[in-house]
């Protein structure tokens, strides 16, 4: 395992959330698109460098922020679908946790302006009120293909959604 670049995930996994969290507080997202830039640019080097970072490189909590940092990488969306190919050759090597693949698939989808397969993704109007899933494919097979990466059924995911700290940020 490659610690130093573990820590590295760590520390800027850490910056992610304190910048999400103040902008919600704030509402100013300057400092947060400046971050997830200098996110996205160093995690391309990564990448270059070690292909995907996985469990085996970084560890499980390394690889749970490689993937935020790729969940977190909007700006970028050619990136996210080269990250999310990655993914898929991980998973098949069992180096990345499923539901990281789910979020990372409807993430894609979502910004494509298509159906999402796993119902990880959330909107609200601007005021911030009304939230609700994006629509999903084939929505009566929805909690099948959630227990298949490891996610809870949707009714429960939505619950957790709804009574959700807005301070939290994922």
Request: glycine share 8%; net charge negative.
């Amino acid at each position: 395992m490659n610690h130093d670049l573990a820590a590295e995930f760590h520390r800027r996994a850490e910056q992610d959330q304190v910048a999400r969290r103040r902008a919600l507080e704030t509402g100013d997202g300057r400092d947060l698109v400046r971050i997830d830039a200098d996110n996205t640019a160093w995690l391309k080097q990564v990448i270059e460098k070690h292909g995907w970072p996985g469990i085996a490189l970084v560890g499980e909590q390394g690889a749970d922020e490689a993937w935020l940092l790729a969940q977190h990488a909007d700006r970028a969306p050619g990136f996210q679908r080269q990250v999310l190919a990655l993914l898929r050759d991980a998973l098949e090597a069992e180096d990345v946790l499923p539901r990281h693949f789910a979020y990372l698939t409807d993430r894609v989808l979502v910004a494509a302006g298509e159906l999402q397969v796993y119902g990880t993704q959330y909107t609200n109007d601007p005021g911030g009120e009304n939230l609700r899933p994006y629509p999903v494919t084939d929505p009566d097979q929805l909690d099948v293909r959630r227990a298949s990466v490891g996610l809870e059924p949707a009714a429960e995911y939505d619950r957790r959604m709804r009574s959700r700290d807005p301070h939290e940020s994922a």
